[in-house]
């Protein structure tokens, strides 16, 4: 099993696991990150992976058409295209 920590949601932790969607967790567990569709159409589940970014696997096409190659080397993800291996702590906006 993994950690999730969602700092937005006073830093919930909450234990998945290992190769979960982040977007799926958040929302089994009330984490908190908002989303519309899940399906990486609409962009809204944008989150930056504050710790642990090394536990994610790689960059889907879709997150593409909405994030830049900044966004990236930020951090960030969209949550229904990440899948998490080890333990990470997300934020949103």
Partial sequence: MINITFVNNNEKV?????????????????GG??????????GTCKCRIEEGLENTDKIKPKERKHLKTEDFEAGYRMACQTFVTGNVRVSWK
């Fill in 14 to 30: 909450v234990s998945a696991p290992e190769n979960s969607n982040l977007l799926r967790v958040s929302i089994k567990e009330q």
């Fill in 33 to 42: 990150i908002p989303f519309k569709c899940g399906g990486g159409l609409c």
